[in-house]
């Protein structure tokens, strides 16, 4: 059993960027691959970005590519989504997940389906 919690979220300005956490309790992270999905206001989750378990690959939604960027601290057990140039679609609340083995899949590292963990999301708001 994976617990997973993110901080990080807030206010911020049409350009800005923020930094979220997610800190995991209960087993090492570093068996899994991690994941961040976000859902803006009215919409349905989506697929943010990915990374394996050593850091090796990751992997990032069109939406989000050379903006934001996905990086892990397995000592720390914590896993980070740095967030740039943000924009005003940005705006959702951001979760982060783990899944078990990683089959070098885009389509699995990409769908919620196939995540075991979640934590209860962080709420980004582009201001303008």
């Known amino acids: 059993q994976v617990q997973l919690v993110e901080s990080g979220g807030g206010v911020v300005q049409a350009g800005g960027s923020l930094r979220l956490s997610c800190a995991a309790s209960?087993?090492?992270?570093?068996?899994?691959?991690m994941g961040w999905f976000r859902q803006p206001p009215g919409k349905e989750r989506e697929f943010v970005a990915a990374?394996?378990?050593?850091?090796?690959?990751?992997y990032f939604a069109d939406s989000v590519k050379g903006r934001f960027t996905i990086s892990r601290d397995n000592a720390k057990n914590t896993v980070y989504l740095q967030m740039n140039s943000l924009k005003p679609e940005d705006t959702a609340l951001y979760y982060c997940?783990?899944?078990?083995?990683?089959?070098?899949?885009?389509?699995?590292?990409?769908?919620?389906?196939?995540?075991?963990?979640w934590g209860q999301g962080t709420q980004v708001t582009l201001s303008s």
């Open positions: 990374i394996t378990q050593t850091g090796g690959y990751t």
């Open positions: 209960g087993r090492t992270v570093s068996s899994y691959v």
């Open positions: 997940a783990a899944q078990g083995p990683y089959s070098g899949s885009y389509y699995e590292v990409s769908s919620s389906d196939y995540y075991d963990y």
